[in-house]
């Protein structure tokens, strides 16, 4: 059973700060991996999507990277911002799963001005 | 249309009543997701279609819940006699080639 895990649960950064989210899976033999975003009450903005085929997909400030062996993606985001502040979710597609999401819990990101 | 629909974006339902919550799908998209999330972040897959036709119920809580993807109408999620702890966000995907697309949510709650 594929298991999802992000780490910090939750981050609190200056403006202007680099910043690295982490995510880990249990069972690498994914399709692909993505990236969301979630405002408070709000639903989930796709952000990345690497196929397993990737190492790394880039949009604007941030950049994902994807090392399917050793199961794990991590999250960068440049120069953050109080508008970055937001709940980030990783999920996976495993091979195994009937093509459903498997979420990790997140991480709370608080940019502070 | 070009984005997931969910309606009602909010549901209140005393214990034990029935609730029912639906889903139009982006056109053209094959596949159909349900994801509840409860407590702050934990989601929950529930269930999904291919076209009308169940293609993984694994997560479905089968005594209570149930669900249809009728040609030329929204998918729905029902649930009848709701517990305090249904309450929660559901939400709906659809896809394709293993890439989903997300509704706006419907908030669930239970009193």
């Known amino acids: 059973k594929q298991e999802v895990t992000q780490i910090p649960a939750a981050l609190s950064v200056p403006e202007g700060e680099n910043l690295v989210l982490n995510c880990s899976f249990t069972?690498?033999?994914?399709?692909?991996l993505q990236w969301f975003r979630q405002d408070p009450g709000k639903g989930l903005t796709s952000l990345l999507l690497?196929?397993?085929?990737?190492r790394e997909q880039t949009s604007g400030r941030l950049n994902a990277s994807l090392d399917k062996s050793s199961g794990r993606s991590t999250l960068y985001i440049a120069a953050s911002q109080p508008g970055d502040s937001a709940t980030y979710l990783c999920?996976?597609?495993?091979?195994?799963?009937?093509?459903?999401?498997?979420f990790g819990e997140g991480t709370q990101l608080t940019v502070n001005p | 249309g070009e984005e997931v629909a969910q309606t009602p974006k909010h549901l209140v339902r005393g214990e034990g009543q029935k609730a029912k919550l639906y889903c139009a799908p982006i056109k053209g998209h094959s596949y159909v997701f349900w994801y509840q999330q409860v407590l702050k972040n934990e989601f929950k897959f529930l269930i999904s279609f291919q076209n009308e036709n169940v293609f993984d119920e694994t997560g479905m809580p089968k005594e209570r819940f149930s669900a249809k993807c009728l040609p030329n109408s929204p998918c729905s999620l029902e649930i009848q006699a709701t517990k305090l702890e249904d309450s929660a966000v559901y939400f709906c995907?659809?896809?394709?080639?293993?890439?989903?697309?997300f509704g706006p949510g419907t908030r669930l709650t239970v009193l």
């Open positions: 995907a659809s896809g394709e080639s293993r890439v989903e697309f």
């Open positions: 069972d690498s033999a994914i399709y692909n």
């Open positions: 999920a996976v597609r495993t091979e195994t799963s009937g093509s459903r999401l498997t």
């Open positions: 690497i196929q397993s085929s990737q």
